[in-house]
């Protein structure tokens, strides 16, 4: 195994002013952690990686491979086919972006496949669809309501964690796409919500968006994670609004020119966001700015870092992998990554987000393509990227189990009507507390208005203990959820508390289906309906 140079055990990055757990990521600290790097500021770059890779084979006796790069690893992987094509036998590239590109410094892909990922998956929800209004147009009202109403940052949320609030917070969760399922899912309806004055749901994503985009490890070990390699490698090897040969004062003012010039010719560049909001979001997914107090780079460390003009790609099978509804890596980025070499070919997954062929993507396709091609030199019968289901979207959020669409009644049922509330409020429950634990990195997790979540290991599907989770404010629900496999039959064995009186509920739903059976008792009532699992 080989870690690349600044991280693992070679030599890992640490730049206190990036790396302790409450640091910040500021254009300061990222140039403090270059001057602490000295005349090695630019020794981290993606071709030096590619060239110790290149080493590593050749002390191996392995003359040529089959190169896989995700995300940051498909920029490494073209690097090192550019630079030592002759040692690659076939490049798979899963959630890609080129090695350059027209205008590739102010990201231009990026806010339109964002407004697309809301906009298509609100069209193909039919509860989102039947506004008749796309996503973006429903969520506008609250960003224009953050905009103008006081900054509640710092204020506690249920959980005990404390809201990040403001426009700037909403353009991370909408752009910074983490946790990936759960902002796309509920994004338009907490937007709408937040409008009607219930805060909650938008300042959760709020919240979870800010942990999200924090690539630490909760060590801060810099072996795990190193924030100060991050930020050499984005100074090292990505295309900049300024020129890096300036002195950091100089090129502050270059970028001042440039971003003034910018605006006024391409004003709606970050739409719905404006400039000052989408840099407000933190540098790493912002771009533009992260760079600027980095060190001067030396014209001999120029010379080593450049790439051709005009580099040759290899001639060798070449798959790109592009999740229809990822803004991060979008998919014209792919498509340009894949026209650079001779026989590249992209496959569009429908329905799918950043990184297809590893644990968490939306289907078994990604990994069952790249396993063929590794394989045979082909991607075979491809059919399987037009099969992804589409992304079930959140129901309406509601502060109480009243405002809630009725479960249907089932043979048996003799709870009344506003039992079937609270079955739908139950079944809500259920399905956010398992797009969390899907989603999340640890084994804990918070409920939307209170109360816990923990996992216990039951691979390869999931089992959760929720404890007084609240997804309305007047229902909590507690007890066991078994899931069998990934996004399989679930089985749940509840205690509930609610408006309809206490009791005991039973939740199910079988593999590939979508409405889930719910039977047990309120207040000694005989309660059986089925309610959608939206998830």
């Not at 005009?310 to 999740?323: Q, R």
């Amino acid at each position: 195994l080989m870690d690349n140079r600044g991280t693992g055990s070679s030599g890992a990055v640490d730049c206190p002013s990036l790396q302790r757990p409450t640091a910040e990521l500021t254009t300061e600290a990222v140039g403090d952690c270059g001057r602490q790097l000295g005349p090695a500021a630019f020794l981290y770059s993606s071709s030096y990686a590619a060239d110790d890779l290149a080493a590593l084979l050749d002390a191996l006796g392995i003359e040529a491979v089959h190169l896989y790069g995700d995300s940051y690893g498909t920029f490494t992987a073209q690097t090192f086919a550019v630079r030592h094509p002759s040692r690659v036998r076939s490049v798979v590239l899963d959630g890609a972006y080129p090695l350059r590109g027209p205008d590739a410094a102010w990201v231009p892909t990026y806010a339109g496949a964002m407004r697309d990922k809301f906009n298509l998956a609100c069209a193909r929800e039919p509860d989102c669809a039947a506004t008749g209004r796309p996503a973006l147009a429903q969520i506008e009202p609250a960003l224009e309501l953050l905009r103008r109403q006081p900054d509640r940052a710092g204020t506690a949320r249920p959980d005990g964690e404390a809201v990040a609030d403001g426009a700037v917070a909403l353009a991370t969760v909408m752009f910074g796409s983490a946790p990936a399922v759960p902002t796309l899912r509920d994004t338009t309806a907490a937007a709408t919500a937040y409008a009607a004055g219930d805060r909650d749901p938008l300042e959760r994503l709020f919240a979870e968006a800010r942990k999200a985009v924090d690539s630490r490890d909760p060590t801060a070990d810099p072996r795990l994670f190193s924030s100060g390699l991050a930020a050499a490698v984005m100074c090292g090897d990505a295309p900049q609004l300024y020129d890096m040969r300036l002195e950091p004062e100089a090129r502050r003012a270059e970028r001042d020119r440039r971003i003034a010039a910018r605006q006024a010719s391409h004003p709606d560049a970050y739409a719905p966001f404006s400039y000052d909001e989408y840099r407000g979001m933190p540098l790493d997914y912002a771009f533009l700015d992260e760079c600027v107090s980095w060190p001067a780079l030396t014209a001999r460390r120029e010379l080593s870092l450049r790439a051709p003009a005009s580099p040759a790609y290899p001639d060798v099978p070449v798959l790109v992998l592009s999740g229809e509804l990822d803004n991060m890596t979008t998919v014209a980025d792919g498509a340009a990554a894949a026209a650079n070499f001779p026989h590249g070919h992209q496959v569009i997954l429908r329905n799918s987000l950043h990184v297809n062929a590893l644990p968490r993507a939306r289907s078994r396709c990604g990994a069952e393509l790249v396993r063929r091609f590794i394989t045979t030199g082909s991607r075979g019968d491809d059919r399987c990227r037009d099969a992804v289901a589409p992304l079930r979207l959140t129901v309406p959020f509601a502060r109480s189990a009243g405002e809630m669409a009725e479960a249907g009644a089932l043979p048996g049922h003799a709870a009344g009507e506003p039992a079937l509330r609270v079955v739908s409020a139950v079944a809500a429950t259920v399905a956010d507390v398992l797009v969390r634990a899907h989603a999340a990195d640890g084994d804990e997790g918070a409920g939307l208005r209170g109360g816990r979540f923990r996992q216990h290991d039951a691979s390869p599907g999931l089992k959760l203990d929720i404890q007084d989770v609240r997804w309305t404010e007047d229902v909590t629900v507690s007890g066991v959820i078994s899931e069998a496999t990934d996004r399989g039959a679930v089985h749940a064995e509840l205690v509930v508390q609610s408006p309809s009186g206490a009791g005991r509920l039973v939740l199910d739903r079988s593999r590939g289906g979508s409405d889930a059976v719910v039977a047990g008792q309120l207040s000694g009532r005989a309660v059986h309906a089925a309610s959608d699992l939206h998830y």
